[in-house]
């Protein structure tokens, strides 16, 4: 019997859904499952973007320019230079999701083998695309003592080898909420500049930002425009998770050439996803404020919850829509799955990321979890109670001070 290849070997399994059949038993069961593994919004998508693909009435459904409609580029440009980023319409390629922009990035950035330095915990599935793009993720590790902040600048250099290509941050982040400042953006960037390395910015939760915080781009540090790699998706930003619709973003024509070799390779980007993307782009800025305000009263919630609970704590992120907790818990994993194969209050339960596939070495995140705040507040006060009395029942809970 053939054999598949290593690299498909290498591609590990998704922490946020390796889970899903024990949940899909559960609800077999008659157990309510709240979802906060998942960043999958409750809220409704644009009913611009709905009615776009609704009302498409050409005859037939054509391939698309293979770096996306010019129409709609041109759109992502106002957009981009509304929230202060300066970029034409020909430095923006639209990729089949933030996913497929990060692939392209990783494997037009570096060769095979190369390194690439990213603080953790990291979203889990840059460990897929490096893997098929047959390259290393090097970690500098940050803490949930100090609120996930950027580690020192120093460890980061100490991280770089002759191997080393490329610096990647997710900003604000997935799966802890932080938020960079400027000051950490300068200090990544005067690494990048002074070992002459791509700085790949995965930015697709720039309007998450919450308490006066500003999102400050990586398209706007000085000095960097050759090094910037920008990723963006329209998922969160619009709540269309499903139409797989994102965009790389870059002043470096190289890197943009690159990209559009891929790009031709697959043809294009799907096209009524752009339809419904291009459409959204018009919402009125009232949309994001609405929604940051609900996210916020999201987190106070789920944050405020959270902490009441004996021997868990949450920092308060100000960004994205995630918390990662520290749990009294002997192994994060097993108690996820118990949660949802023994365990059950009032009928339900509750599904969390374990954060042990957010780090290079499991053992990390062994007492943590990742939780997203995409439900209403009455399913994350429910949640957060399932969780409470789940801490109580679990056989391997332990005391963490």
């Known amino acids: 019997m053939p054999h598949i290849s290593k690299k498909g070997l290498s591609v590990p399994p998704s922490p946020i859904r390796k889970l899903v059949p024990y949940?899909?038993?559960?609800?077999?069961?008659?157990?309510?499952?709240?979802?906060?593994?998942?960043?999958q919004p409750d809220i409704q998508t644009p009913q611009l973007a709905l009615d776009a693909v609704r009302n498409f009435n050409e005859k037939v459904l054509e391939y698309t320019h293979s770096a996306g409609l010019e129409s709609y580029r041109r759109k992502l440009a106002e957009y981009y230079l509304r929230t202060g980023i300066d970029v034409s319409y020909d430095q923006i390629i639209v990729t089949d999701g933030g996913s497929e922009a990060l692939q392209m990035a990783m494997t037009v950035c570096l060769d095979t083998r190369d390194e690439i330095i990213t603080p953790e915990p990291y979203y889990a599935n840059y460990n897929g695309f490096a893997a098929e793009a047959g390259i290393t993720i090097k970690t500098v590790r940050s803490f949930i003592g100090n609120d996930f902040?950027?580690?020192?600048?120093?460890?980061?250099?100490?991280a770089i080898t002759p191997r080393t290509k490329t610096i990647l941050i997710c900003n604000p982040n997935n799966p802890t909420g932080y938020l960079y400042n400027i000051t950490e953006l300068k200090a990544i960037a005067g690494i990048a500049r002074k070992h002459d390395l791509f700085l790949i910015c995965d930015e697709v939760y720039r309007e998450f930002c919450y308490d006066g915080a500003i999102h400050?781009?990586?398209?706007?540090?000085?000095?960097?425009?050759?090094?910037v790699v920008m990723v963006d998706s329209v998922s969160k930003r619009y709540s269309m998770c499903g139409v797989r619709l994102g965009c790389l973003v870059t002043r470096n024509q190289e890197v943009l050439d690159g990209v559009m070799?891929?790009?031709?390779?697959?043809?294009?980007?799907?096209?009524?996803?752009?339809?419904?993307?291009?459409?959204?782009?018009?919402?009125?800025?009232?949309?994001?404020?609405?929604?940051?305000?609900?996210?916020?009263?999201?987190?106070?919630?789920?944050?405020?919850?959270?902490?009441?609970?004996?021997?868990?704590?949450?920092?308060?992120?100000?960004?994205?829509?995630?918390?990662?907790?520290?749990?009294?818990?002997?192994?994060?994993?097993?108690?996820?799955?118990?949660?949802?194969?023994?365990f059950s209050h009032k009928g339900a339960t509750v599904m969390v990321a374990p954060a042990?596939?957010?780090?290079?070495r499991p053992e990390?995140?062994?007492?943590?979890?990742?939780?997203?705040?995409?439900?209403?507040?009455?399913?994350l006060e429910a949640a957060a109670e399932c969780l409470a009395e789940g801490l109580k029942s679990y056989p391997g809970s332990v005391s963490l001070r």
């Not at 949940?23 to 960043?39: P, S, T, W």
């Open 216 to 227: 400050h781009s990586s398209m706007n540090l000085a000095g960097m425009e050759q090094n």
């Open 23 to 39: 949940a899909e038993q559960a609800k077999r069961r008659g157990i309510k499952v709240y979802h906060l593994n998942i960043g």
């Open 364 to 379: 990390y995140g062994k007492k943590e979890a990742r939780l997203a705040y995409v439900l209403k507040r009455e399913d």
């Open 356 to 360: 042990s596939g957010f780090y290079s």
């Open 149 to 158: 902040a950027l580690p020192p600048v120093e460890k980061i250099e100490e």
């Open 261 to 342: 070799r891929m790009a031709q390779a697959r043809l294009s980007p799907p096209l009524f996803a752009q339809v419904a993307a291009e459409a959204a782009v018009d919402v009125p800025q009232s949309y994001f404020e609405d929604v940051n305000r609900e996210y916020r009263q999201r987190r106070d919630c789920l944050v405020r919850k959270l902490n009441e609970i004996d021997g868990v704590y949450c920092p308060n992120p100000r960004g994205a829509f995630y918390v990662t907790v520290e749990l009294p818990v002997d192994d994060a994993d097993r108690f996820a799955q118990w949660l949802l194969e023994d």
